[in-house]
């Protein structure tokens, strides 16, 4: 360990952490942990690096890590949900019973005249 924590203070310019949550302890019905990757800010590459390691294997209180009132960047990736259709994907209605070709289709997007598709569909 000792020698990737050196080379990561000789070409690295961003120390980020893997952290997880101890999940058994939130009391839910979940059981698998969230995993995530925090990046470390403030001070030169070697100061991110040992404070990293003095929390290596030991529980971060959200106290410890964060002040009233402060404000932090998020970035988020959504969950993929694959190819859709258009009554998934935009909420269309479904079509009645008795439609020739298919239920989940678009019937109509937008009256004859205006002849153009509006911006509400």
Excluded at 80 to 86: L, M, N, P, R, W
């Amino acid at each position: 360990i000792e020698r990737d924590l050196k080379r990561i203070v000789k070409y690295c310019k961003v120390v980020r952490v893997i952290a997880h949550t101890q999940i058994r302890k939130v009391g839910l019905r979940q059981k698998k942990a969230h995993v995530m990757e925090i990046q470390v800010n403030g001070g030169t590459v070697q100061e991110k690096v040992n404070f990293a390691k003095a929390l290596f294997e030991k529980t971060v209180p959200v106290a410890g890590v964060f002040a009233q009132n402060e404000l932090i960047d998020v970035i988020g990736v959504t969950k993929g949900k694959g190819y859709e259709g258009v009554t998934t994907r935009w909420g269309t209605k479904r079509l009645p019973r008795k439609t020739h070709r298919g239920l989940r289709k678009v019937g109509c997007i937008g009256a004859w005249h205006p002849s153009h598709v509006s911006w509400t569909v």
